[in-house]
């Protein structure tokens, strides 16, 4: 069974985005695997709380996403 697992800020997407998600990675399975994967393809759209994650040993909130900030050199300090 082809699984794909989804980590997202929370809040981001709406459940029309969501759902656009698991038909496009289902078709892509079914793209690849053939008609038979359908059916068995499960699609994990999973939020993230806020600052539950991070990049570059820097912890990122949905401001600084949604802002652009902390994709600098990393000496901001």
């Known amino acids: 069974m082809p699984f794909a697992n989804f980590k997202v800020p929370a809040g ?3 459940a ?4 656009k998600i698991v038909h496009r990675t289902t078709e892509l399975y ?6 038979r994967a359908r059916g068995g393809t499960m699609v994990l759209v999973e939020e993230v709380a806020d600052g539950g994650w991070g990049i570059g ?3 990122l909130t949905l401001a ?4 652009g ?3 600098g050199s990393g000496d901001e300090g």
């Open 12 to 14: 981001t997407l709406d």
């Open 16 to 19: 029309e985005q969501k759902a």
């Open 30 to 35: 079914v793209e690849i695997y053939g008609e």
């Open 57 to 59: 040993d820097q912890v």
């Open 64 to 67: 600084m996403l949604q802002g």
């Open 69 to 71: 900030a902390g994709q």
